[in-house]
């Protein structure tokens, strides 16, 4: 069965400082990946990607995202945090081979940005 | 704008009784689901439908029923079998059900607590 992790329930960084959230995942075949984010008591809106290509990607408000196959890994970053970035992160994967149906989410991260 | 619209967002009802969630999406958008939070959880999928008249049963379907007679609209039924109502339920939607390019776009949520 597929799996999301996200190992860390907290993540508390000073503004100005860079950021990172992490995510390992676990899917049988090829996966893809994604990050959104959630404000108080609203829906998930989505950040960015991964599907094939450039290990690196960039998604909205100047986010990014690292895919490490070896690691299994799809870390979440951003140069210099602001405080608006607060929220609950969550970090999500499926086998290339299904649709949406299949998307497994992890548990979240909280990020506060400390002014 | 386009967008997903759940009603209400608070919702209230007494242990036994059937309640009826919301969503609407005026995004054109062939696929829609309904999942359920819970604090420490993630999001977990409940039901989901790929195209008007039919809808399939997601990881935790038992004690919800849904209908899907219009495009626009996926209206989640919490019977009085499901034995932990209490949750904050969301909807989204994506343009295909099967494609990986199609991000989920996510209403606001209903909170629903049954006491």
């Known amino acids: 069965a597929q799996s999301v992790a996200q190992p860390e329930d907290q993540v508390n960084v000073a503004e100005g400082n860079p950021l990172t959230v992490k995510c390992t995942y676990s899917?049988?075949?090829?996966?893809?990946l994604f990050w959104y984010v959630q404000y108080p008591n609203r829906g998930l809106q989505f950040l960015l990607k991964?599907?094939?290509?450039?290990?690196l990607v960039k998604g909205s408000y100047g986010f990014e995202a690292e895919f490490n196959k070896s690691q299994t890994s799809f870390h979440l970053k951003k140069p210099s945090a602001l405080v608006s970035d607060s929220a609950l992160y969550f970090c999500?994967?499926?086998?290339?081979?299904?649709?949406?149906?299949?998307?497994?989410f992890g548990t979240g991260t909280r990020l506060t940005i400390i002014p | 704008d386009g967008g997903i619209t759940q009603s209400p967002k608070y919702l209230f009802r007494k242990e036994g009784q059937n309640v009826t969630l919301s969503c609407e999406q005026n995004l054109n958008h062939d696929a829609m689901y309904w999942y359920r939070q819970d604090p420490g959880q993630g999001l977990r999928l409940i039901y989901y439908?790929?195209?008007?008249?039919?809808?399939q049963k997601g990881d935790i379907a038992e004690g919800y029923s849904v209908s899907r007679e219009k495009k626009e609209s996926f209206p989640l039924t919490v019977t009085s079998a499901q034995k932990n109502p209490t949750a904050f339920y969301l909807c989204?939607?994506?343009?295909?059900?099967?494609?990986?390019?199609?991000?989920?776009?996510f209403g606001n949520g209903t909170r629903l607590t049954v006491t």
């Open positions: 999500a994967a499926m086998d290339s081979n299904f649709g949406n149906e299949k998307l497994t």
């Open positions: 991964y599907i094939t290509g450039d290990n």
């Open positions: 989204a939607s994506s343009k295909r059900g099967n494609r990986w390019d199609s991000p989920l776009h």
């Open positions: 439908s790929q195209i008007v008249n039919d809808f």
């Open positions: 899917v049988s075949g090829n996966p893809y």
